[in-house]
């Protein structure tokens, strides 16, 4: 079986704080991570692997550093990887990047499944993965956090709604955005780290005429949604800190919460 | 688009082959050659001092949309009862068709959901495209994804506005890329910019950290997903609307995936969005005997229980409870913070309370910014004091 696993080197953002002159990102001394979700697509692509057998190729958009990123999904089981570094990359909303990344999978080849994680944390917005189906025709199915069998033209999977789950047959070749909550990530093998840092390890850097590409369909002027401006969320309530002992306390604000109509 | 080497003009410098960043070029009888590797990036075109490389590619021009109308919300429904964050959106796209001059529309897929359609109308909606067969019954990617390339193919809308649920964050990106159209996720502010005339989609990015302002200048419709309990519903009870059924040939064959069960889980179910309201623990609470404490204060006050991220994963309440950025997004008129820190993720889930309280032994923690009234002390005296004073004042009250 042939899985490709969609990952992204992203900023660990609960970390992330905005300089409060400018309203610009604060990203030095902020730690990159996998982005969680995809590691719980790596996860399961890797335990897919050790119960079914199969070849996992990691495929990754990033800018020069994010090679750690698939280093580290090869640490963790990945067979192979493609990195897609490229400054015409950059600037990329989910369009195009779904674009750029279905041509390079297009450029892989063959495969069976395609795992990718729901969302990542820098941009929250779960589009990728559908997208990528979509430019593929493939079908797809979101918010998976079980497979309960693999069969050789078909999964069955487990997708989490609001209030509860749904048992899915879905046809391969096919796309699924996994959630948390069906595995533990496992941590990468030193060994395995080591071989994905060498020379020869099996990972291929791939730029924009590698996937065959023109720079108006990717990057900032492939995208169909464009930044107006960014700033910080206002916070426009300053704590009253009540007074007193935990009576007293607990006493005023009972009074604050009748005068509001609250209780 | 096209970029070619006029060969009359060209030198043979070899300006352009070191400045090409694709190995793309290479010199052929004296003359620069552009091979396939070619990504159009136009860095040949700026080294070449003899003005021999064109192109002609136009500046990325804003097309003309005029003939794009209409406002339309996606009418989600599961099981034949309609999703309270279609209604909100109607309350949102009456707004937004009014600033536009345009009409209001929704679009109800399902299995014998006509009956729904007065409701939508009621709550805003001029029209109402309807997809009905069997094979629509329950929520599938394809199915309903081929019926809205249809109707957007057919009516043109200028705007789509989808929930923010698990259904539109499924469907919506497949439908953007089938339409060709850019797509905002999550917003939380939509509104028309006097301008250009156009969407602007707001919207929390880096785990909440940052506002961004979106817009979509060159593909129509501008679509979003919207957080439920974010938009208002506005009623609409005279409100007299169309409703157009529409026929879309779609077979099994096309949907690629089958729906074997549907498993519900009522227990660990609950609509915090609901609630009015609510009593939030974090990391604070050490554990479920603590969270036991807060159970009380909620029964209390008739609320309902929340808690962060880390309550999820600690196993003390169960993943629908939680609020914040990859939970619910809640406004209710009264939120207790209890043994919350407050970081932005969080934060970004319940900031648009009407009323905060937090509770919190440290003074510098980050929720009090966002609180009403603040009380630094240890939750494990004023929770039970808290819930003290209030049973002794409904008795006070109830007699």
């Given amino acids: 079986m042939n899985i490709i696993v969609l990952i992204k080197q992203v900023p660990n953002t609960s970390e992330v704080k905005l300089d409060p002159k400018t309203g610009n990102l604060i990203r030095e001394g902020v730690e990159t991570i996998i982005n969680p979700d995809d590691l719980h697509a790596l996860e399961t692509a890797v335990t897919l692997k050790e119960t079914h057998g199969a070849t996992i190729t990691v495929l990754s958009m990033g800018p020069l550093q994010a090679i750690d990123a698939v280093s580290e999904a090869m640490g963790m089981g990945a067979d192979k990887a493609v990195f897609l570094s490229d400054r015409a990359f950059a600037g990329a909303d989910t369009w195009a990047t779904s674009y750029t990344l279905?041509?390079?999978?297009?450029?892989?080849?063959?495969f069976d499944l395609i795992l990718a994680g729901r969302q990542a944390i820098d941009g929250d917005t779960a589009q990728v993965g559908p997208?990528?189906?979509?430019?593929?025709?493939?079908?797809?199915?979101?918010?998976?956090?079980?497979?309960?069998?693999?069969?050789?033209?078909?999964?069955?999977?487990?997708?989490?709604?609001?209030?509860?789950?749904?048992?899915?047959?879905?046809?391969?070749?096919?796309?699924?955005?996994?959630?948390?909550?069906?595995?533990?990530?496992?941590?990468?093998?030193?060994?395995?780290?080591?071989?994905?840092?060498?020379?020869?390890?099996p990972i291929q850097v791939w730029n924009a005429a590698d996937i065959r590409v023109t720079t108006a369909e990717i990057g900032l002027d492939g995208s169909l949604t464009q930044v107006m401006r960014t700033f910080a969320p206002k916070f426009e309530r300053q704590g009253k800190f009540l007074e007193g002992s935990t009576v007293d306390m607990v006493q005023t604000l009972v009074a604050h919460l009748k005068e509001n109509k609250l209780i | 688009m096209a970029i070619w080497v006029e060969t009359d003009l060209c030198d043979g410098c070899r300006r352009c082959t070191r400045a090409c960043p694709y190995d793309a070029m290479e010199i052929r009888d004296g003359k620069a050659y552009i091979g396939d590797r070619c990504t159009s990036c136009g860095a040949c075109m700026n080294a070449c001092r003899s003005k021999a490389i064109l192109t002609d590619a136009q500046p990325r021009a804003i097309p003309d949309f005029s003939g794009h109308k209409g406002v339309w919300v996606f009418a989600e429904q599961r099981g034949g009862e309609l999703n309270r964050v279609s209604v909100e959106l109607l309350g949102k796209a009456q707004e937004l068709a009014e600033e536009l001059n345009h009409k209001v529309a929704a679009v109800l897929i399902g299995d014998q959901v006509s009956g729904l359609a007065g409701t939508l109308i009621q709550f805003g909606a001029d029209t109402v495209y309807l997809a009905e067969d069997a094979i629509f019954k329950d929520y599938r990617t394809e199915a309903y994804a081929q019926v809205f390339q249809d109707l957007i193919a057919s009516h043109k809308p200028n705007i789509l506005l989808m929930g923010a649920t698990h259904i539109g964050r499924d469907l919506a990106p497949r439908v953007s890329r089938r339409v060709g159209s850019g797509l905002t996720a999550d917003c939380t502010g939509l509104s028309i910019d006097p301008d250009e005339g156009i969407l602007l989609q707001t919207r929390p990015a880096f785990g909440g950290n940052v506002m961004a302002t979106i817009v979509n200048r060159y593909s129509r419709p501008q679509m979003a997903t919207v957080r439920p309990g974010v938009m208002e519903v506005v009623a609409t009870p005279d409100n007299e609307g169309t409703v157009i059924t529409h026929a879309t040939?779609?077979?099994?064959?096309?949907?690629?995936?089958r729906i074997l069960e549907i498993v519900k889980e009522p227990k660990t179910h609950v609509d915090l969005t609901e609630a009015k309201v609510i009593v939030a623990g974090g990391r604070g609470v050490n554990d479920a005997a603590g969270f036991g404490l807060l159970a009380e204060l909620a029964t209390a006050l008739g609320a309902e229980l929340a808690g962060t991220r880390v309550a999820v994963e600690e196993g003390w309440i169960p993943a629908s409870r939680q609020v914040g950025q990859t939970g619910v997004t809640v406004r209710p008129d009264l939120y207790i913070a209890c043994g919350v820190s407050g970081a932005i993720q969080h934060r970004a889930g319940m900031m648009d309370s009407k009323f905060i309280v937090a509770v919190n032994k440290d003074p510098y923690a980050p929720i009090f910014k966002v609180a009403d009234w603040g009380i630094v002390g240890d939750l494990f005296e004023v929770v039970p004091e808290l819930t003290g004073q209030l049973k002794a004042l409904c008795q006070v009250m109830c007699d």
């Fill in chain 1, 102 to 110: 279905g041509k390079a999978i297009q450029h892989i080849g063959d």
């Fill in chain 1, 131 to 201: 997208q990528v189906a979509a430019f593929l025709g493939l079908p797809q199915v979101t918010y998976v956090f079980d497979i309960e069998a693999v069969e050789a033209d078909h999964v069955v999977v487990k997708r989490r709604l609001e209030d509860g789950y749904e048992r899915i047959q879905c046809r391969l070749p096919a796309l699924l955005t996994i959630i948390p909550g069906g595995n533990k990530p496992r941590y990468p093998l030193v060994s395995k780290l080591l071989l994905a840092c060498r020379e020869k390890a």
């Fill in chain 2, 249 to 257: 040939r779609f077979t099994e064959d096309q949907a690629g995936t």
